[in-house]
């Protein structure tokens, strides 16, 4: 079956604009994750999702960072004003749901550049 | 506060020779471990998890991993590396309480040598 999609691949955006970024999990997944990861680090955990609700935005690094989630289906993760500073790969991963048994199932990720 | 860290940033193993991948966490309570690998281009694949009983738990791809309590250690192994097991690979805790979330080291990065 189809794996967790994240879209566009690859976004290079000015600094100081706009950047959405897109997750398709597996379907059925009510459990949804997005990490950051930075060059030569590990990831960094931004937000989860269980369904639609959003029990844990501790590790949203700023208020330029939101994400939402609709439909127990696609979540956006939106950065305004982006920064020079927020060029990474975005990774998105769902779950069966937010247990510790159910494995993570990554998406490929959004590599953003901004210049 | 949790944490992993991984104390090799990289290794150059021969192919054919033993690999092992060192991984020391903090975790408070009984801890729930996680060995992913994140290969060229792709995306990152579970390799294998423990989560209680038997300590030495098999993997996909040949790995396996020994969870040691006293050693608060999680190291990856593999008998006979091969070429296509270059890659970047990470251990993580399981944050079991209200996060819920993955604690992640920095990695480790793996190239062979033919």
């Known amino acids: 079956g189809a794996g967790v999609s994240q879209s566009p691949s690859n976004k290079v955006t000015e600094k100081g604009k706009d950047v959405e970024l897109r997750c398709d999990p597996i379907?059925?997944?009510?459990?949804l994750y997005w990490y950051r990861q930075r060059l030569g680090q590990g990831l960094e955990f931004l937000i989860y999702?269980?369904?639609?609700?959003?029990?844990?935005k501790s590790g949203l690094p700023s208020d330029r960072f939101s994400a939402e989630r609709t439909g127990e289906s696609v979540s956006t993760l939106t950065i305004q004003r982006t920064q020079q500073e927020d060029s990474a790969v975005y990774l998105c991963?769902?779950?069966?749901?937010?247990?510790?048994?159910?494995?993570?199932?990554f998406g490929p990720g959004t590599r953003l550049t901004v210049t | 506060a949790q944490s992993v860290t991984q104390p090799d940033i990289h290794i150059t193993v021969s192919e054919g020779a033993s690999l092992e991948l060192r991984c020391n966490y903090s975790?408070?309570?009984?801890?729930?471990l996680f060995w992913y690998v994140q290969s060229p281009g792709q995306g990152l694949q579970l390799l294998l998890k423990?989560?209680?009983?038997d300590t030495l738990v098999q993997g996909i791809k040949g790995f396996e991993a020994e969870f040691k309590r006293s050693q608060s250690s999680f190291n990856l192994r593999k008998p006979s590396v091969h070429w296509s097991d270059a890659a970047e690979y990470f251990c993580?805790?399981?944050?079991?309480?209200?996060?819920?979330?993955?604690?992640w080291g920095l990695g480790t990065s793996l190239a062979v040598n033919p």
């Open positions: 991963a769902s779950s069966m749901t937010s247990g510790v048994s159910y494995e993570q199932y």
């Open positions: 999702f269980q369904g639609n609700s959003a029990p844990d």
């Open positions: 975790y408070g309570a009984t801890p729930y």
């Open positions: 379907s059925g997944h009510t459990a």
């Open positions: 423990y989560f209680s009983g």
């Open positions: 993580a805790v399981f944050n079991a309480g209200n996060n819920r979330k993955l604690i």
